[in-house]
């Protein structure tokens, strides 16, 4: 695959300002968007000759705080309006964007809508004698949930779009909303440990897959938790580390290339690389591009150790099928050429070695400063 790394750069700062999404937006957000997209980021500005480092720079970067507000904001609007029209319901926000792991200006930004009348618990925690048994189920609660959404969600925003087609979210976008939202139906489930700590990230959730039909257990705040608590010991490189792969990937895919590696998988295995390399990030930025590289290439040739690794929160394995871990290497793949690229920016004389040693190539770039 042909990789056009100008091409690359447009798209990083179209996506990043979210431009790219702008038939999700309604008129006014539209030319909100347009006016910001305008100026420059920081990182535009560094490495200037060098648009391979620029990029792999670029690709770390957290999107700027305004967009972030913005959704997180919609949600809430979102999530209120849900809470005027059924009491039983509180919400959260999960998944990339309250991780700060997201890559674009107008994110989808995911909302669970829990129902607070009914939740399960595991039967062998210290207060499971504490809850009242019911003769509902999941099921049927969710199923229920999720009727009485799709009703309230046009009713509410009638200008907006409202998409009933997923399993287990009901999309919303368009109409007053600046940003797209995915309504989840859940509730809670209250694990062994959360009925010890009564902390919020040990606490589950119960989703609604409709299309099948099933309830799915998740530990999103416990995944939030653990990832959040890793980077600060890492001074912010692993969640640097996240966004590079999936910048990376996203412009993999729209050159055409199959990676089939979701976000979340990709924040889990970036999780396990080695904390002191991104640490040392924070001083020396491609350090965290020489660590990524050299994580999955690793991961890409051991297979069967990459097959031990699980998720943060260690309820299944990250390459739990084969195709993700193609996805991973295919990934694998693209950061490799990323490495190779920048190493030969920072070091010119590596231009004429058709065969640089990935070991050569980490050491070029890894102990560089990029000034800010």
Not at 66 to 83: F, K, L, W
Not at 96 to 115: A, K, M, Q, T
Not at 175 to 203: E, F, K, N
Request: aromatic letters at 6%; charged letters at 25%; a positive charge.
């Amino acid at each position: 695959m042909v990789r056009d790394i100008n091409s690359r750069l447009n798209k990083l700062r179209l996506r990043r300002r979210g431009v790219d999404r702008l038939g999700k937006l309604n008129e006014a957000s539209r030319k909100e968007v347009l006016s910001k997209s305008l100026a420059a980021e920081s990182w535009q500005n560094r490495a200037p000759s060098h648009a391979y480092t620029r990029y792999a720079l670029g690709a770390m970067q957290e999107v700027g705080p305004e967009y972030t507000r913005i959704s997180v904001e919609t949600a809430e609007r979102v999530g209120n309006q849900i809470q005027k029209s059924i009491d039983s319901v509180e919400f959260r926000l999960q998944g990339s964007v309250p991780l700060n792991v997201h890559i674009r200006g107008v994110s989808d930004v995911d909302l669970l809508v829990l129902e607070t009348g009914f939740l399960i618990f595991h039967s062998s925690g210290p207060a499971a004698g504490t809850y009242v048994p019911t003769a509902r189920n999941s099921l049927g609660v969710l199923g229920e949930l999720r009727s009485s959404i799709e009703k309230i969600l046009p009713l509410n925003f009638p200008a907006a779009d409202v998409d009933t087609s997923g399993g287990k979210a009901v999309a919303v976008s368009g109409g007053s909303l600046a940003r797209p939202v995915d309504v989840v139906p859940s509730h809670w489930y209250d694990t062994v440990v959360y009925q010890q700590s009564r902390q919020i990230h040990d606490r589950g959730v119960v989703i609604l897959d409709r299309k099948v039909p099933k309830t799915i257990e998740n530990f999103p705040f416990k995944h939030i938790k653990l990832i959040e608590d890793r980077c600060s010991s890492c001074l912010g490189g692993l969640r640097k580390a996240i966004r590079l792969c999936k910048n990376v990937k996203a412009d993999a895919v729209e050159e055409g290339t199959k990676i089939n590696f979701p976000s979340f998988d990709i924040a889990a295995t970036m999780y396990h690389a080695d904390q002191t390399a991104l640490k040392i990030g924070y001083l020396y930025e491609l350090r965290v591009l020489a660590e990524v590289q050299r994580h999955l290439d690793y991961l890409y040739h051991n297979p069967e150790e990459a097959k031990k690794l699980r998720v943060p929160d260690s309820s299944r394995f990250i390459f739990d099928t084969q195709e993700k871990y193609e996805g991973m290497k295919a990934l694998s793949h693209e950061i490799d050429d990323l490495v190779k690229n920048v190493a030969k920016e920072q070091k010119p004389q590596l231009t004429f070695d058709l065969g640089i040693p990935w070991g050569v190539a980490r050491g070029a770039i890894e102990s560089i400063e990029i000034p800010s």
